[in-house]
């Protein structure tokens, strides 16, 4: 099991919003936990950023179970709910808990502002196709993220720098392997939350491909 110092939401203060917290050398990961870690880079070029997953059935061809938040923001609002196992307030790779099992990534949403610049926000739905992979318990998974200059082979060998100052983190750092291509219908409306992510659990998806050797960094999102 996962033993945590600090609770995985982390609790924030009105009116204010809450950094992510280091996890210590205590903290422990391996290959007989019942979760997978997921790893993505930090996007860094917003104020707040959530990346949607959304757990798919491929036999029945549609979305499963609840929809997960994984906040790669170094300050958010609600609390992150990632771990940062490097130093500083911006690292480069968020940590994230997944129950094992077959996903997608299907949105994103960011929230910029600034003391000079007003405040925008970014919605993009990844309804026209987008990879669908598996998280195993017990291993470290890298995930392709929307960073333009991401590749999977440095964040590989990145995390497992990382994670070597941690000697109870035993798990080991695996690519993601794409299982297919898929894409969805997005309803009418503005907004990622009800364009894309409203009533998603048990919406169909069509297969547009599948895939047996590749790795996510080399299928680039469809935009």
């Known amino acids: ?57 491929l036999d029945q061809k549609i979305f499963v ?28 790779y968020k940590f994230l808990p997944f129950p094992p099992g077959i996903y997608a990534m299907v949105g994103l949403y960011s929230f910029e502002f600034g003391p000079f610049t007003p405040a925008k926000n970014i919605h993009r739905c990844y309804s026209k196709g987008t990879v669908v992979f598996e998280v195993k318990a017990g291993e470290i998974i890298v995930l392709s993220s929307p960073v333009k200059n991401d590749t999977e082979n440095k964040s590989v060998e990145r995390i497992k720098s990382i994670i070597s100052h941690y000697p109870k983190i035993t798990a080991d750092v695996v690519k993601s392997k794409p299982l297919a291509i898929i894409s969805f219908h997005s309803k009418a409306g503005r907004g990622l939350r009800v364009a894309c992510l409203k009533d998603i659990t ?22």
Do not use: H, W
């Open 1 to 57: 099991m996962i033993r945590l110092i600090v609770p995985l939401l982390l609790i924030f203060v009105l009116g204010a919003c809450t950094p992510v917290q280091k996890q210590n050398k205590n903290f422990e990961f391996g290959a007989k936990d019942i979760t997978g870690l997921a790893v993505l880079k930090n996007p860094q070029i917003t104020n707040e950023s959530t990346i949607y997953f959304q757990s798919v059935d």
């Open 65 to 92: 179970g609840e929809t997960l938040e994984f906040r790669v923001c170094g300050v958010c609002f609600p609390a992150s709910n990632t771990y940062n196992f490097e130093k500083g307030e911006n690292p480069d």
């Open 202 to 223: 048990g919406r169909p998806f069509n297969i547009l491909k599948k895939y047996q050797k590749e790795t996510i960094a080399q299928l680039r999102l469809r935009k």
